[in-house]
């Protein structure tokens, strides 16, 4: 059963900050991996999809990367602004389009 | 842009009660899901339908039932509700194409047993 945890659970870095989020898997057999942010009370956005023959996408100041063979992927975030505080939460895609979270972590980036 | 609407942001139900929550989607995506998600453990899969019709057990489906009369509309049913039904519930569609199977999110329900 595949397996995605995210770290650190919680992160507060001052403005203009780069920061790096660290997402693992257990099961290398993916078709691709997704980062998500979700505001407090609110739904998912996705960010930045990678297929799992590729090695990163760039998204603006947002940078993600994927190691497939060692379950690894970081979503890199280049000087950090307050309007970046949410949680940031890492999926990957197994058979049937089927998409299974890490626990997030917890952005506060502080004026 | 796509929009995945779900009909409730906040709901407030009573133990045995049977709920309804609903998703509509306007992008004709084949695709649609319906996670919870609660503190510590994250999102998890209740049910997902390919196609009109077709429903797929997610990995927590048990207390729940799903309805897809038509492609737009994709509905999550608590035949009794319980005080451990009580969570976030979210909803998504997906187009079926290789390799562009981006989720769509709504804002989510946050329900309530009591």
């Known amino acids: 059963k595949q397996e995605v945890t995210q770290i650190p659970a919680a992160l507060s870095v001052p403005e203009g900050e780069n920061l790096v989020l660290n997402c693992s898997f257990t099961d290398s057999a993916i078709y691709n991996l997704q980062w998500f942010r979700q505001d407090p009370g609110k739904g998912l956005t996705s960010l930045l999809l990678?297929?799992?023959?590729?090695r990163e996408q760039t998204s603006g100041r947002l940078n993600a990367s994927l190691d497939k063979s060692s379950g690894r992927s970081t979503l890199y975030i280049a000087a950090s602004q307050p309007g970046d505080s949410a949680t940031y939460l890492c999926?990957?895609?197994?058979?049937?389009?089927?998409?299974?979270f890490g626990t997030g972590t917890q952005l506060k980036v502080e004026l | 842009d796509v929009k995945v609407t779900q009909s409730s942001r906040y709901l407030v139900k009573r133990t045995g009660e049977k709920v309804f929550l609903e998703c509509v989607q306007d992008?004709?995506?084949?695709?649609m899901f319906w996670y919870r998600q609660d503190p510590g453990l994250g999102l998890r899969l209740i049910y997902f339908?390919?196609?009109?019709?077709?429903?797929e057990k997610g990995d927590i489906p048990e207390g729940y039932s799903v309805s897809r009369e038509k492609k737009e509309r994709f509905s999550l049913i608590l035949e009794s509700a319980s005080t451990n039904q009580t969570s976030m519930y979210l909803c998504a569609s997906s187009p079926d194409r290789v390799g562009k199977n981006i989720q769509y999110f709504g804002a989510g329900t946050r329900l309530s047993v009591l």
């Open positions: 990678i297929q799992s023959s590729q």
């Open positions: 999926a990957v895609t197994g058979g049937g389009n089927k998409l299974t």
């Open positions: 992008m004709d995506h084949e695709n």
């Open positions: 339908s390919y196609d009109v019709k077709m429903k």
